[in-house]
């Protein structure tokens, strides 16, 4: 190996720590997938081997670098870690133009690749889905986001994300990558604002790079229990983009100007066993591509031709790293008046007109979305989508697990419910099986429709997203048709679906059953959540889904799960099913809480203590 003696370059003094909770990549290949994953460890330690990169005032332009608050520049800060690395690292005020950073490795061959970031305590927004730095090496498209990982429980009970002084007063490492380093340089910059909103931005920083070098050994076991290959390639991403749209608690909209945002944003999802991309992209009547029958902001704007597609953008990086992508529609409708942003005067445009469609409660009175029962409605959906379809996509995506109900007790519902039964549903309990059966009946029929609209091209599919768990009774046969009215049973029998998706987690009777139920070539991937788990916690969960009939697994709000690294690299490799155990034991050491001995000059145990 091959390294700089360049001053920016250290090696800790920790290094005769024991390698402890660091075993090798792949060394026990072949054993049971169903062992115990381990708990991780109080103190994971570094491996002895690691190279510091941990003095950013040698970044370039190194003249982008300040020692005090200067607009526009990078402020640098030293520091020493009880584990005897030093270092200066670098933080950047939110609202800043602070320029892109480079910072060469002069390393060769293989590596395992961590970061380190100092949370300090300051007047900013500290947390936000879109993360406080972005990351890159020169060879790769584009940047990383990097957010922190804070909400995961250990399985001892802890937080894994500390709080307080404990935060303030430490750097939090996590596990990058492993790749390749010779010719490679480290790129860093500010992150995005959420919602494009620097108001909602975090500081920068960075203060170290933690490399360790594999053997060729090492580096072969790696590539066996993650380079992901065609029978490993057994998730799907779901990507939620209210980032983009604006959320349906009002946030701004945000319309990218150019592709490179767009592979910046992918880049997470590449050389992984993703092998679906489902795009939201039909927010109820907005959408996030140009559109005849929708709106793309304001109703009534046109749209702006110097926007970036989001469709088109996803789809082209999708085809390049040869993974399926659907677009996904969520049957959203008017939020709370006071919302007035684009998001949601896009659903009023359409609601309006419609109004005689709304859904009714019993006593009569207009709910805020339309039904499904009216054949007007459905033409609306299945305008949208047909447009979605004209993209190289390969299928549509149901999100019917939100907008809840579907049917309500609108006129030609009750008047059909009549017909069949002479009596007035509004006079049952919800829980009157035949009036289940009966509103179940108007989705199954819609499904059909959607169903004939994506076989219009051979090959391409259709997936449903359903609420998993049963809310109202555990023992309920007819599962979640009470409440959401999802006969996923008859689907699987009618080849209606490719595809379902139970979110947020799934009965295992259910699951067992909808395995016999579904034809092969069906995909049973149930979501799973919580979003913050450690890669072992997932891989336990994942197990057990498999032994009650999953055949893969989805990952809602994967945007805002992919900048959490160290979680991240294990949910990239969850394809690989007779690795686990390999992956449970290995990501033990993923993410570290290493204490800081001094920052700015100062000891920092006895300082900062009236903050």
Not at 454 to 477: A, F, H, M, Q, S
């Amino acid at each position: 190996m091959k390294t700089s003696r360049r001053s920016f370059l250290r090696t800790s003094t920790a290094g005769t720590l024991a390698l402890g909770s660091a075993p090798l990549f792949g060394a026990d290949k072949g054993a049971s997938a169903k062992g115990t994953p381990p708990p991780i460890p109080e103190d994971p330690v570094a491996d002895p081997r690691s190279v510091y990169f941990s003095d950013f005032s040698m970044a370039q332009p190194v003249d982008a670098i300040s020692d005090r608050k200067k607009e526009g520049y990078w402020m640098r800060v030293d520091y020493t870690s009880t584990e005897g690395v030093e270092g200066v690292m670098l933080y950047a005020r939110p609202g800043e133009a602070c320029p892109v950073m480079t910072l060469p490795l002069n390393l060769e061959g293989p590596h395992h690749l961590f970061i380190g970031i100092h949370y300090s305590n300051n007047p900013y927004p500290r947390w936000n889905n879109e993360g406080c730095i972005s990351v890159k090496l020169s060879g790769d498209p584009g940047f990383r986001r990097v957010a922190p990982e804070l909400g995961t429980v250990l399985d001892n009970g802890k937080a894994k994300f500390p709080d307080g002084q404990d935060l303030f007063k430490s750097i939090q490492e996590a596990y990058w990558r492993t790749t390749d380093l010779t010719d490679q340089e480290l790129l860093f910059r500010q992150a995005h604002a959420p919602y494009n909103d620097s108001r909602k931005a975090s500081l920068a920083n960075i203060a170290w790079i933690r490399a360790v070098p594999l053997t060729s050994e090492e580096w072969e076991a790696f590539e066996a229990v993650s380079k992901p290959r065609a029978a490993t390639r057994r998730l799907a991403a779901i990507y939620c983009p209210g980032h983009l749209s604006g959320s349906t608690d009002g946030t701004p909209i945000f319309h990218p100007t150019n592709e490179e945002w767009f592979v910046d944003d992918f880049e997470a999802y590449r050389n992984s066993d993703i092998d679906l991309f489902i795009f939201e992209a039909m927010r109820g009547n907005f959408c996030l591509f140009p559109t005849r029958f929708g709106c793309t902001s304001l109703p009534g704007a046109p749209w702006n031709p110097t926007w970036a597609d989001p469709l088109g953008a996803f789809s082209r990086q999708a085809r390049a790293n040869d993974m399926k992508i659907h677009a996904a529609i969520r049957f959203i409708g008017p939020q709370y008046p006071v919302i007035q942003e684009p998001i949601s005067l896009a659903q009023l445009a359409y609601y309006r007109p419609m109004e005689r469609f709304a859904k009714r409660d019993r006593e009569g009175n207009p709910l805020a979305t339309l039904s499904i029962a009216y054949p007007e409605v459905r033409a609306h959906w299945l305008r949208l989508m047909r447009e979605a379809l004209e993209y190289d996509i390969d299928g549509l995506t149901l999100i019917l697990n939100r907008s809840t109900p579907f049917i309500q007790y609108e006129e030609k519902v009750v008047q059909d419910f009549l017909d069949q039964y002479g009596e007035d549903p509004r006079n049952l309990p919800e829980s009157d099986m035949r009036w289940v059966r009966h509103t179940a009946g108007y989705l199954t029929a819609f499904v059909e429709e959607i169903r004939a609209l994506v076989d219009e091209k051979p090959g391409r599919e259709l997936g449903v997203i359903v609420y998993g768990p049963n809310r109202e009774t555990p023992g309920d046969p007819y599962y979640k048709l009470k409440s959401y009215v999802c006969d996923v049973d008859e689907w699987l029998r009618r080849r209606l679906v490719d595809i379902v998706i139970p979110s947020q987690q799934i009965d295992d009777e259910a699951l067992q059953n909808w395995s016999k139920l579904a034809a092969p070539g069906v995909r049973l991937w149930p979501d799973l959540m919580p979003r913050q788990q450690t890669p072992a916690q997932f891989t336990r969960l994942a197990r057990h889904y498999q032994e009650n009939g999953a055949n893969g697994f989805a990952f809602w709000d994967s945007e805002r799960r992919n900048p959490r690294l160290s979680e991240w690299a294990g949910i990239r490799r969850l394809g690989h099913m007779e690795d686990w155990n390999v992956l449970a034991r290995e990501s033990t050491d993923w993410y570290r809480t290493i204490r800081l001995k001094t920052l700015g000059g100062f000891s920092a145990d006895n300082s900062f203590r009236d903050g």
